[in-house]
C-alpha cells in the first residue's frame, strides 16, 4: 500500500478502536472501555511523536497549514483522551446511576471524536500530501508495530462486544 493510503488507513483504524470504546461505554463495561481507550491512548500519543519526528519538520512553503497547527492538535488530542479517561473511572453496568455515568462518558468522548476527525482530515490534506514518501512509510510502519502491541486489548475487546 501507497505510504500516504496507510497512514489514511491508520487514522480509520484508529477510528474503529475509538468506536469500540464507544460501545462498551454504552454497555455499562467500564474496565473493557478503559482498556480499549488505553491502546486508543498509546497509538495517538506513539503516531503523534511518530509525526511529529518524522512529517511535520522541514515541510517549508508547500505546507497549507503551520507545524504549530499539527502540534497543538495532538496536545489536545492527548488531553481530551485524558479527561474522557476519567469519567470513565468506576463505570459498572447494573450500579445505581450507571446509565448516567455512560451518559457522562459520552458527553465527554464527543470533543474528542470531533477534534481526532479534524484532526485527521488536516493531515490528510496537507501534512500527508507535503511529507516525503520515506518519511511517510517510517511513520506507517511505526503505527503497525504500535497497532501490533495492542493486538490483545483489541482482541478481547471484541469478544467482550460478541
Not at 473493557?32 to 517549508?60: I, K, M, N, Q, S
Not at 496536545?75 to 448516567?100: N, Q, S
Not at 451518559?103 to 496537507?126: G, K, R, S, Y
Request: charged fraction near 25%.
Amino acid at each position: 500500500m501507497e505510504p500516504a493510503a496507510a497512514l489514511v488507513a491508520a487514522h480509520r483504524t484508529l477510528d474503529e478502536i475509538f468506536a469500540r470504546f464507544r460501545e462498551l461505554v454504552v454497555l455499562g463495561d467500564g474496565d473493557g472501555a478503559a482498556a480499549v481507550l488505553g491502546a486508543y491512548r498509546a497509538l495517538t500519543d506513539d503516531h503523534a511523536a511518530a509525526e511529529e519526528a518524522h512529517l511535520v519538520p522541514g515541510r517549508g512553503a508547500a505546507a497549507r497549514w503551520p507545524d504549530e497547527l499539527y502540534l497543538g492538535q495532538h496536545r489536545k488530542l492527548l488531553a481530551a483522551i485524558d479527561r474522557v479517561a476519567e469519567r470513565l473511572v468506576g463505570l459498572t453496568a447494573g450500579v445505581p446511576g450507571w446509565r448516567r455515568r455512560v451518559l457522562a462518558v459520552l458527553d465527554a468522548a464527543a470533543p474528542l471524536h470531533h477534534l481526532a476527525e479534524h484532526h485527521h482530515a488536516a493531515e490528510e490534506q496537507d501534512l500527508f500530501v507535503t511529507a516525503a514518501p520515506a518519511a511517510l512509510a517510517a511513520v506507517a510502519e511505526r503505527f503497525a508495530a504500535a497497532l501490533a502491541a495492542q493486538a490483545a486489548i483489541l482482541a478481547e475487546a471484541d469478544e467482550r462486544l460478541g
